[in-house]
């Protein structure tokens, strides 16, 4: 899946949009609930040495967030880096460059999302 087909899945599945919030980095995008405004993913293009390949070039990553307890086995598969410039313990980036398969783009953007979702109060019971 690359940037493009990612921000059109989104599109699709939740019927969010995203949005362009940093003049300074003119492609990275959030996307968040309409309710709590939280963000669940944040699509960029960050140069490869800063996720510790070889190279300067830019590469297309979306930042997701997800269980902590699958951080550290997601980090070994390709494709799947520490989070670029959010919480480590938290968050992964994920590269849009075919690298990971697309249904595991999937599954991970449906675990953020839902993190990132309101969460249901419980009422009171009454006396």
């Keep these: 899946m690359n940037r493009e087909q990612f921000i059109q899945y ?3 599945e939740y019927g969010v949009n995203e949005e362009y919030l ?3 980095h003119p492609l990275f995008c959030v ?4 309710n709590n405004r939280k963000w669940f993913a944040v699509v960029m293009d960050v ?3 800063k996720l510790g390949l070889e190279g300067a070039d830019a590469l297309d990553v979306v930042n997701l967030k997800c269980d902590p307890i699958l951080i550290g086995s ?3 598969e390709p494709g799947i880096f520490p989070a670029y410039h959010m919480s480590k313990a938290n968050w992964v980036s994920v590269a849009l460059d075919g690298s990971v398969p697309d249904e595991q783009i999937k ?3 449906d675990m ?3 993190a990132t979702a309101p969460k249901m109060k419980r009422k009171a019971k009454q006396s």
């Design 74 to 76: 997601l980090r070994k």
């Design 47 to 49: 140069p490869k040495n």
């Design 22 to 24: 940093f003049a300074k």
């Design 10 to 12: 989104i599109s699709d």
């Design 107 to 109: 599954m991970l953007l």
């Design 31 to 34: 996307f968040r609930h309409s």
């Design 112 to 114: 953020s999302y839902d």
